[in-house]
């Protein structure tokens, strides 16, 4: 007696492989004679279909599987983003000590392969560092209050937003 589409449709409803699935060989005419996923839970029910038990490692492989680098659901492109920006902006700081003769060119190459292998965190930490060093460095780190203000006003003024005062200005003028 072939009982295979019997067993795909009693994989398929009880949601397992067709390996898995089990038939009591006492009971085959009662088998033979189910024809929908209902007659199917029943038997099961009854314990005329069994189901072998799963094998151990699979829950283990499944779960190494899932640690892929596809699996990381991160911006592409943000660790390097911010690299390319604190990169940029001290190369600037050290082209900027070195034009003005603060630092001389072997100092200067060896920082620039300190700040490629990302020895600095910020504009700070390689102020800090060459401090350390005995260089002497005047350079203003940027965002202090007039800069602040100057910042807020020209994007206010790209908003299409006025400054008061400069209303206040307008005002005053036009008497």
């Not at 596809?70 to 390097?80: A, D, E």
């Not at 983003?81 to 060896?110: F, H, N, P, S």
């Not at 203000?149 to 036009?174: I, L």
Request: with cysteine.
């Amino acid at each position: 007696m072939n009982l295979s589409k019997k067993k795909a449709l009693a994989a398929k409803t009880l949601k397992v492989g067709k390996r898995r699935i089990n038939f009591n060989s006492e009971n085959l005419s009662e088998i033979k004679e189910a024809i929908t996923k209902q007659d199917i839970k029943s038997l099961r029910d009854e314990g005329v279909i069994s189901l072998r038990p799963l094998k151990g490692r699979k829950k283990v492989e499944r779960r190494k599987r899932r640690r892929g680098p596809g699996k990381i659901k991160k911006k592409v492109n943000n660790r390097k983003q911010v690299y390319v920006k604190i990169t940029r902006k001290l190369r600037a700081c050290i082209m900027d000590l070195r034009d003005k003769g603060a630092i001389e060119k072997e100092l200067y190459w060896t920082l620039r392969k300190k700040i490629r292998m990302r020895d600095f965190k910020s504009k700070a930490s390689l102020i800090e560092y060459l401090k350390g060093i005995g260089v002497e460095v005047n350079v203003k780190i940027k965002g202090s209050g007039k800069d602040m203000k100057k910042a807020s006003k020209v994007k206010n003024e790209r908003k299409g937003k006025k400054d008061k005062n400069a209303d206040d200005k307008s005002k005053e003028n036009k008497k």
